[in-house]
Structures are given as C-alpha cells and as structure tokens.
C-alpha cells in the first residue's frame, strides 16, 4: 500500500480505487443492484418519476426503474465502451503504425497522409457522422468512435518504430537476412505494443466520455439497455424539476472519467506521454 | 466613419426606433393586439401546394379551402361546414360535384375570388404534385360555368366535400400567384384569402402575421391584429414563457409537466383526442405471425393502460381499432382485446409457440410514445418466453427496410397514422387494403372481404355517408378479429393557453392549428 | 528558406487532406440505409413522387458520376438542397457558420483568458494550494462532459440566479421589435456597426454560458501548458539574473517569463477552436444556439445527408485551415518547428 502511494500519490491511488470498485460494480451488478431486474429494464411505472428517496436513493425514471439500479447496469456499456474503443483502435493504429515505421518510403507516405484525413476531421463530428450512417447499435457506436480513435495509435507506433529500427539489433538481424516478418514479430512489435498498451489504457476514460456523448444525441446502445449518456438526454426533459434524473447519470460519467484521468495523471508523471480530451 | 455610412446608420437606427414604437404601441394597448404561439418546429415550406407539414400552423391563418371539416363531439355529429364555398352538391354517380363560391370575397392581392381562381390553384397544385396534391388524384376537369360555380369531374366517384376541407393541399390562392415557384413562396410571400397575411418570415425564428383588411369572414370583438410564431424547441423555455405571459399558446411540453401547470390559475390546459393513431403492423407474411392466435397472443400481452398512464399521464385514450374518435367510421363498440397475459400464455401454447421466440419491433427515432410502448410491452412478452428487439430507425430507413422484402422485414412495424383529409377511408385503405407493392401497408395484411368492404365504402362516401360507414366498420372488425396489428392508444393533443384568451377550440382535422381569427383576448 | 518550403508543403498536405476528407464524406454517404428519395419526397409521398424525387437527385446515376458531381458541389459551395426542408443549404449556412464561429472565438478567447492567468499565479505557487486547486480543476475539466456541465451552468446561472438567459442567441425582445441587421452575421460586431448598445449587452449575456462550457476543457490545458512552460523559463539562467537584480517577482513574470509562454498560446488557440467547433453539436442543442452544430444535429436525426455532408465540409475545413495557421505560426515563432 505505502509503495503504491509512493509510486501514484494519493490522488492517483484513490482514483485507482474507484476505478477498481467500478470494475467489480460492473462484473457483480445483479447483487450489487437493489432491483437488478429494473437495472435490465423491466418497467415499474407504479413509482414512475419518484424523487430519492429510502426505497430508491437516487430516484427513479420516466418507466418507475431504479436510477440506482440502472446507472450500476450504466457501468457494464460504459466500460466495455471505453475498453472496446481502445482495443479496436490498437487493433487498426497498431499495424498502420508498424508498417508505415518499419517500411518507410511510399508506404509510410500513403498511409500516413491517409491517417493526416482521419485526423483532419474534428473528432465528435466524425464519430457522428459514422454512428448516424451505421445507426444507433451498442457495436455500431464503438466502430463509430473507433474510427476517430486509431489514427492516434498509427503515429504513436510509428514514432515507437522509427527510433527502434535505428537500433543496431535490428540492423543485425535485417543484414543476417532474417524476413522481415521475423524481425516484426520478434524485435518491433513486442517493444512497441508495450507504450501502446499504457496509452490505450490511459485512454478508455476519454473514450467512454466520446462514447456517451454519441449516446447522449441518441446514437448509443438500443432500449431498454441502461446507459448513461443516453440517460442524461431523456431526463432532460424534466430537468429541472426532476433533476436527479439527468443529474446523476451525469455525475456517474464526471466521476468515471474523472478516476481514469487522475489515475492517468498520476501514471503519466512517472511515464512521460500525451494527454488527449473528448468532448 | 464616412458620410453615406453615416446616414446608412441613421436609416437604420430610424427604422429600428419606429418597429420599436409600433409594439409599444400594440403593448399599451394592454398587449391586446398580438397573439404570441410558442411553437416547436419549424415551418419548412410555404408553399400551400406542396406544404405537408407544420407549416399547416402559418398557412391556416392565411389562406383558406372551400369547406371545412367540424369534428364530431359527445353531442354533436360531424359536419362540413361552408368556408369559400357557400354550398355544394353531388350528382347521383358521385362522380360530378357542383360548388357555389361566396361572393364578395378577396385575395390579399386585392383580386376576386373566382372559379377560374379556384381551377388554377387546384391545376397548379396537381401540375406540381409534391406535398399531399394526391388528394385531388381522381379529379379528370375542373370546369367552370360561372364565375363562382365550380365543376369537378372525377374519374371514380369520391367526397370532394371532404377533399376540399383537407388541411393539406385543398388552398386556393390568387391567380397572380399562379406561375410563381415554390421560392417565391417560401420567402415570406402570400396569396390567400384568410383572415391574416404573412408581413415578416425569418426561416428558422419566426414568422409575423398581420390581419388582412377586407377580410370576408366575422371578426370577433376584440381580435388580434398580429399573430407571432416564435419557433422555440426548446420546451423548457417554451414552459417558461408560457408561464411569463411571453406566450399565449404552446404545445409539445412533457405530460409528466402538466400537473404543475394545470394548478396554474394563468394557465389552460387543453387536452382533447387528436387523430394521430399509434399503432404496430404485424408481419402476416413471417412465420408464427402468419397465424392469427399468435397475434392475438401479442395483442392480449399489450400493456394498454400501463402504456396510457406512463407514455401519456393517463391523457391518451384506448384506440378503438384503426379510426380515432371524431371521425365518421369511428367504432365506439369495437371489439378490442383487454390485457390478459394468461389467455396469451394459452393462445401460444396453442399454436404451439416454444419460448424463446425472437422477434424485431421497429419504430421512428424521433417518437419517445413508441420507445415507452416497445419497453413496456417487452416485459410483458418476456413473461410469456417471447424475446422482442427494439430497433429505433430514422423513419425513411424504417420504411425502406418495410417496403423491401416481406419475408426479411421486421415482425412489428409501429407507426402514427393522421389522415391527410378526413376519412375512414384514408386509415383504412392505406394501412390495409391489399397492395401489390407494400407502400403503408407494412403488414403486409391481405384480405378479399375487407378490401371489397373498403373498394365499396369508398364509392358510396360522396352519395351515402352512412352506408360508407357501416362498411367502414365491418372492414374495421374484420381487421380487429384477424388481429392484423395492435392498436395501441390515440395521441392526446395537448395545447396550453394562457386563461385570458376566449374562444379557443381545438379542432383535431387541422393537427395544431390555432385559427386566430376566432380568438380574443 | 526552409521555413517557405515548410510553409508550402503544409499547405499542399492541407488541400490533399481536404480531398481526402471529401473522397470519405461521399463513402459514407453511400453506405446510410435509408432512401434519400422518400425524405425528399415529403411526409407521405406516393409511389410516383418517389421515383420523381430519384430523378431530380440523380439517385440512378453511376457512382463515379455522382461523386463527380458532389466533388464539384463541394467545391463551388454549391451544396445544393437540404432533403428535409428543400431549402438553399449555402443559404442556411451562411445564417448558421457564423453563430457557430463567433462562440468559437469567444470561447477560445474566454479559455486564454482563464488559463493563462491561472497557469502564471500557479507557477508562480508551485506546489503551494492555488498550484495544487489549478491541476485539480484542470484534470476535472477533462473529465465532465461537455453536455453535462451545459445543463449544469443553465441551472445555476438561468434557473437559480436568474441573471443570465437560457439559451438562443438574441432576445426576443430584440428581434422582434428592432431586429440587428445581419451585415458580418457576428451579433457583436453587428451591434457594434449599428450603434446599438442594447444589444451588443443582450447578444454578449447570451453568449457567456455557452462559451464558458466550451472554454473549460481548453481553459484546463491552457492552465497546464502556461503553468509548465513558465516553471520551465523560471529555471533559466536570465530570470535568475533578473531575480539577482532585485526586479520585483511580478515584473519578472510578466515581462521575461510571460512572453515566452506564446508558444503553448497557439496550441491552446488551436485546440479551443478545434474543441468548440466539435462540442458545437452538444452545446447547441443544449442552449438553443441557431449554429452549425444544431442545424447538423437535427439533420443527423432526419438523416438530411446533404446538409450532414456540407456542415461536415465546412466545419473540417475551418478545422484544417486553422490548423495550416497555427503552425505557420509556430513555426515563425520559434523556427526549429519547421525543421523537425
């Protein structure tokens, strides 16, 4: 524990300690949840709208469910958004990135100026205009937000690339004639997949943030899935008499992405990296 | 700054400061003179030949048709009242309607309203054939005898008395505006004969409509001379200013707000039947839903009332099949199915059905009452082993995926259905008439009785109204018994004015509209 | 010389970029699943109006034809007709680029405003509490949705306190009774032209709120960058002999160390514009605002691709342009930029 604070700061090992509970929310979220059959959608219109209250601490929505309930089932999309986002990115950015390093000449031309078009779109706007042409979808929404998300990846792995093919190892082995899919898979990729990694762990809180943005506009995950962003846009019509209905699926967001940029923060100290906002 | 800058200022400030005088004159007044609508969208074309949409609100206080229809009420029956046309008749065919215009009455340009006016606009509506011009499909020649009888010839035997006083498309508008293009229209001009004429259009804000002088029709005492329609989408603001007095009609604020508003002595909340029908269609052409026990299997695990009192705070009414209350053909006795999950459970276990059937519901994006449904109706089904997928679409994607093929569209199409002009007719042939190609109707229902029933009900529509309904309903009944789609509540239209404003009704055939001309404050 | 070949290579990658941001607009566009025909067509058409509606779009039209023709639209800023509304797009965006434009500047304005000053005082306290509350804020600025802390602000500043509006742009007051004549389509500047006081005052409350929730993530990065590059000139050997002069800490700061902080400036320039023309979709729709980023939204629901597809032109346009400036600009300001 002392060693943890050393290495994160206090603000870094509180934040990775919401982040842990988060993650075990998500996974236990039946028996966490005070009515997890609301949590999953089942409707309660009895009690629709019901202020907080000691049955229902947060209140409840515009069908009588459980806030509390639903933003604890919010934690399941939300985080698989983020960690999904990510990895899809390292999926595409890390392989553009390794070939355009590795191989340089025309090949790191072409697909770096067609990673610079990716880029020139303002990010939201993108993402958008992919979700409003792929329609809403949980998997729609992630590819939507993904496709904005590698290109970041690509120019990281290529900048890691770029000072490891300079390495004498590498030349060695390029001379001793060993194929380039040889020197690939053993010299480039396991040296770069590890900066990439940290990165794209830094990242799913920005990602999850993008994520609901898209769902607050109506582009997320199909009802009666909980989901916070798109929790936000229904109760902002009654905001703000009923308030707590827009208020704390927001706060559930402010919080999440709130850990991951402090623990980010706190890692990035000691690492050195980039840091990137959503909207 | 130089010289001609200088007076261009001047001008300017000049002109602001009398607009500026002239509503301070209308607020000292005691603000009697303008009427203020909150209203929630946009009018996107004003063009009254092709308009079909909530530009309805600006073009019914502007231009008017030649008849208008008079909703049925507890106590009254339906009727169509004379507006341009003092009177009219049909020959014994149905297919020959003979209309006598009113005399006296002027466009806003300063010309008569003549026949020949009455033949243009209707000629130029069809010639261009957007918005709902289908209306006037059966009509072959339009003749004109007189300078104020007007002759329609059809080609099969239709109520052009209805036709004319449909919301959409029925305008006639001066002749001068004849050879103008929609363009023409849509910045700010107009043509018509009604009570107002449009003085200022800012596309996206507003649009400002001043009283027509020499209008033919009674103005009440006390009448507004301006009508304002402020475009606010943003119903708290809309809240806010109806509650300030900035406002004097709104609509489209959450039912869950109304209570509060209600209790509001500066308030009136109006809450009448609309003839927006939510409704879901279902795919007779995909198995289990071929089979008539399943659907009604569905039709009984509906949650009607829970759908009313969450979707609706208890405001919407149980639909009474396809045709809404107000509407001749309406059938107040319709057999309809109650909720009973248990004579659900043994309808499927009838026909066989093992739980864990899957079925896909799609419905518009943009309407919230359908979500509230689909949610609350797949509790229900899960409790009976059925699981149903809710795919919100964009509407024109829903369609497309409806029109194409039968066998791999969605199982359940849920929809709105308001008629273009009032008639059972409209619901009917269009949700469930058979079609060669699916166009509306997206269950893909096909039955030789009822499209007899409705084919015969149509023609005897102009000639004998009564017999026309009774085939109405019998197709109705027939649809209800195949349990051809559920029927699951009729919109509530509510419209909230401020108190001090007499001589308000909602009139369901104009989908909100407010006509100003018989309001005062 | 190597800072004119810099220059010029950027500017060919810009116009390669925005070929290539066209190319991936119509690819899009081709793969929405709805009929473009039918939304033109209006509410209810018929069969007939359909197929008439396909033929007036050229919707039967080979691809490479109809990516021909777009390419041409795009670039003549001929964007043609909105499907939904049939109206002039280049018309409804000469009304909305604007709006969008002007809180753009004024957020960015607003985030140098803040940062800057936070990110000096910050360094200034290093390690003290107004260092320690200014990263604390930053990082929280990161992380609160932008459509959050909008709704948030409009409680506590238009619902609470009452002393500012809403949302929309002008009140209502204004335009209706003596509406600003639209000459640059900026309400500030228009005000200004016409003399009008009253509302320059209206468009300017109007404008705070929304700004505001564009600036903080932006403000939090200018604080960041602001308070690093000081602490780092700080720690130089000039400062020190200023310091070892007796110049008083303020003087130092705002005459040695501040200057150099123009670097981090531009980035944050960069991003806030970049930020607010992105979170323009959130924001406007929260508070009304009659710009881009609404009009887009409202087309995205209708799938009006057309107008999706011009807004998107145009505002990563804006986006490519500012960026060609901003690192012109850098690189004039500190040279070794365009050798790198």
Redesign the interface.
């Known amino acids: 524990m002392n060693r943890l604070v050393q290495r994160l700061g206090w603000p870094g090992t509180i934040a990775l300690g919401v982040v842990l509970v988060i993650v075990l929310v998500a996974v236990f979220a039946p028996w966490v949840a005070p009515y997890p059959q609301q949590g999953v959608g089942a409707p309660n219109v009895a009690a629709k709208l019901s202020s907080p209250s000691a049955q229902y601490w947060l209140g409840t929505d515009h069908l009588g469910r459980d806030m509390l309930s639903r933003i604890i089932y919010g934690t399941r999309v939300s985080l698989t958004n983020g960690v999904l986002i990510v990895t899809f990115s390292l999926l595409i950015g890390l392989p553009v990135g390794l070939a355009a390093g590795y191989f340089g000449g025309w090949i790191d031309e072409a697909l770096m100026r067609g990673t610079d078009i990716f880029l020139a779109f303002p990010a939201l706007l993108l993402a958008v205009l992919m979700a409003a042409a792929l329609g809403p979808g949980f998997l729609n929404s992630i590819i939507a937000v993904s496709v904005t998300w590698w290109p970041w990846y690509a120019r990281l792995a290529r900048s890691e690339v770029l000072v490891l093919r300079g390495q004498p190892y590498v030349e060695a082995a390029r001379l001793a004639g060993v194929s380039h899919a040889r020197i690939i898979a053993r010299h480039i990729l396991p040296a770069t997949a590890r900066p990439l990694t940290v990165q794209a762990a830094l990242d799913v809180g920005p990602a999850l943030l993008t994520a609901a943005a898209l769902s607050f506009l109506g582009l997320g995950v199909l009802p009666p899935t909980a989901d916070w962003g798109q929790m936000v846009d229904a109760g902002r019509k009654f905001f703000p008499a009923r308030w707590w209905y827009s208020a704390m699926p927001g706060l559930a967001i402010f919080i999440v992405a709130l850990a991951f940029s402090v623990l980010g923060d706190a890692l990035r100290d000691r690492k050195g990296g980039a840091s990137r906002g959503a909207a | 700054m130089n010289r001609r800058h200088f007076l261009q200022t001047a001008a300017l400030a000049a002109l602001a400061s009398a607009t500026t005088s002239r509503w301070n004159l209308a607020m000292a007044e005691g603000n009697g003179s303008i009427f203020t609508l909150a209203y929630p969208t946009s009018f996107p074309d004003l063009d009254p030949a092709t308009s079909f949409s909530n530009d309805g609100a600006v073009l019914a206080n502007v231009y008017e048709g030649l008849t208008r229809y008079i909703p049925a009420t507890e106590t009254t029956e339906a009727k169509i009242e004379p507006l341009l046309a003092t009177s009219w008749d049909v020959s014994e065919d149905g297919k020959t309607w003979t209309f006598h215009l009113r005399d006296g009455v002027k466009f806003h340009d300063g010309s008569p309203l003549t026949s020949e006016a009455v033949k243009g606009s209707i000629e130029r509506t069809k010639k261009i054939g957007g918005g709902a011009a289908f209306i006037w499909g059966s009509v072959s020649s339009i003749e004109t005898p007189d300078p104020l009888t007007v002759v329609f010839k059809l080609s099969d035997p239709q109520p052009v008395d209805l036709i004319a006083s449909a919301g959409f498309a029925a305008w006639i508008y001066a002749p001068s505006s004849h050879d103008k293009d929609n363009a023409w229209f849509n910045t700010g001009n107009d043509a018509g004969t009604g009570p107002f004429r449009i003085s200022r259009y800012e596309p996206g804000q507003r649009a400002v409509l001043d009283r027509a002088e020499a209008y033919w029709g009674k103005v009440p005492e006390g009448g507004f001379q301006t009508i304002s329609f402020e475009i606010i989408e943003d119903t708290t603001l809309a809240q806010n200013m109806i509650e300030s007095g900035q406002a004097d009609w709104t609509e489209s604020i959450p039912f869950e707000n109304l209570e509060a508003m209600k209790s509001n002595p500066d308030l009136r909340v109006v809450v009448n039947p609309s003839f927006e029908t939510l409704f879901g269609l279902y795919n007779v052409k995909r198995a289990p839903l071929d089979k008539v026990k399943v659907r009604q299997a569905l039709s009984l695990a509906f949650p009607y009332d829970d759908v009313i009192s969450a979707g609706t705070m208890g405001l919407g009414t149980r639909a009474k099949g396809v045709v809404p209350a107000g509407i001749w053909g309406h059938d107040a006795e319709a057999p309809i199915p109650q909720t009973d999950l248990k004579a659900a459970a043994a309808l499927l276990a009838e026909e066989g059905v093992e739980p864990g059937l899957e079925l896909v519901m799609t419905y518009s994006t943009t309407q919230a009452l359908s979500a509230v449904a689909g949610e609350l109706w797949k509790a229900n089904l899960e409790t009976l082993g059925i699981k149903l997928t809710l795919q919100p679409m964009a509407w024109e994607a829903q369609w497309q995926l409806g029109k194409s093929n039968p066998e791999a569209a969605q199982d359940i199409f849920v929809m709105f259905w308001w008629p273009t002009f009032v008639t059972p007719y409209d619901y009917l042939v269009s949700l469930f008439h058979s079609e060669e190609k699916p166009n509306f109707n997206l269950g893909y229902y096909s039955d030789p009785e009822v499209d007899a029933k409705i084919d015969e009900a149509a023609k005897l529509s102009g000639t004998d109204r009564p017999r026309a309904e009774k085939l109405f309903i019998e197709a109705q009944r027939k649809v209800i018994e195949d349990a051809a789609a559920v029927f699951m509540l009729d919109r509530p239209n509510v419209h909230i004015i401020r108190s001090d404003i007499k001589g308000y009704t909602d009139n369901p055939a104009y989908g909100h509209v407010t006509f100003v001309n018989e309001l005062s404050r | 010389m190597e800072l004119a070949r810099y220059i010029l290579r950027r500017m060919v990658?810009s116009a390669?970029?925005?070929l290539?941001?066209t190319f991936?607009?119509f690819i899009?566009?081709q793969?929405?699943?709805?009929?473009?025909a039918?939304?033109y067509?209006?509410?209810?058409p018929?069969?007939?109006?359909i197929e008439?509606a396909r033929q007036e779009l050229h919707l039967d039209a080979p691809l490479i034809e109809r990516f021909a023709g777009f390419a041409k639209a795009m670039a003549t800023g001929d964007f043609g007709v909105s499907y939904?509304?049939?109206?002039l797009i280049a018309e409804?965006l000469r009304?909305y680029l604007p709006a969008t434009l002007e809180l753009a500047v004024f957020s960015t304005g607003l985030a140098l405003l803040i940062g800057i000053p936070l990110g000096v005082l910050a360094a200034a306290r290093q390690g003290k509490w107004p260092d320690r509350l200014g990263s604390?804020s930053s990082?929280?600025a990161?992380?609160?949705?932008?459509?959050?802390l909008a709704?948030?602000l409009q409680?506590i500043f238009a619902?609470w306190l009452g002393f500012l509006p809403?949302?929309?742009r002008l009140s209502?007051e204004i335009?209706?009774?003596?509406?600003l004549?639209m000459v640059t389509g900026f309400n500030l500047f228009d005000a200004l032209?016409?003399?009008?006081l009253d509302a320059f005052g209206d468009a300017f409350r109007h404008l705070i709120l929304p700004a505001l929730t564009l600036a903080s993530?932006p403000a939090g990065?200018a604080m960041r960058l602001t308070r690093s590059a000081m602490i780092e000139i700080l720690e130089r050997r000039h400062v020190t002999a200023a310091r070892a002069l007796g110049l008083s800490e303020p003087r130092i700061l705002f005459s040695h160390a501040l200057p150099n902080a123009m670097g981090p400036a531009l980035t944050v320039i960069g991003?806030s514009f970049?930020?607010a023309?992105?979170?323009a979709?959130?924001v406007e729709?929260?508070f009304?605002w009659?710009g881009l980023g609404r009009y887009?939204?409202e087309a995205?629901?209708?799938?009006d691709f057309p107008v999706?597809a011009a807004v998107?032109m145009v505002?990563?346009i804006c986006?490519?342009v500012m960026?060609l400036f901003i690192d012109i600009a850098q690189a004039l300001v500190d040279p070794r930029v365009a050798l790198s």
């Open positions: 990658l390669f970029v925005v290539g941001v991936l607009v899009v566009a793969v929405v699943p709805s009929d473009p039918s939304l067509a209006g509410p209810r018929t069969a007939e109006q008439k939904k509304s049939r109206r409804d009304a604390l990082i929280a990161v992380a609160m949705p932008t459509f959050f709704m948030i409680l619902q809403l949302s929309g209502r335009s209706i009774t003596a509406p004549q032209l016409a003399g009008r993530y990065v991003l970049a930020y023309l992105t979170g979709v959130l729709i929260i009304a009659p887009v939204s995205i629901l209708a799938k999706i998107t505002v990563t986006y490519v960026n």
